[in-house]
């Protein structure tokens, strides 16, 4: 893998760390290991899938325009207004 090919997520950002637990399907936890491994590759630093997976969930709802919508709608409303 060529250090020139640059992986969607990017380098990890010096974050506090923060402990996750939650079941997915096997297949699932298979990706995110061989997303850590190539991960590690690019950018040379070992990393595990637990400690991508809110990186990759943060980068998800960052670019999911319905959401950033939605979260604009009910920030630009007032207290106690409804609909």
């Known amino acids: 893998m060529s250090a020139t090919r640059k ?3 990017g380098p990890l950002p010096d974050t506090q760390t923060v ?4 079941t997915c399907p096997a297949r699932l936890k298979a990706d995110l290991d061989r997303y850590a491994t190539l991960h590690a590759q690019t950018y040379g630093e070992a990393v ?3 400690t ?3 990186l990759m969930l943060e980068a998800f709802m960052a670019r999911d ?3 950033r ?3 604009s709608a009910s920030r630009a409303k007032p207290a106690g207004a409804t609909g």
């Open 7 to 9: 992986l969607r997520l």
């Open 19 to 22: 402990k996750l637990a939650f």
């Open 48 to 50: 595990d899938a637990v």
């Open 52 to 54: 991508l997976i809110p």
């Open 65 to 67: 325009r319905s959401f």
């Open 69 to 71: 919508r939605a979260g």
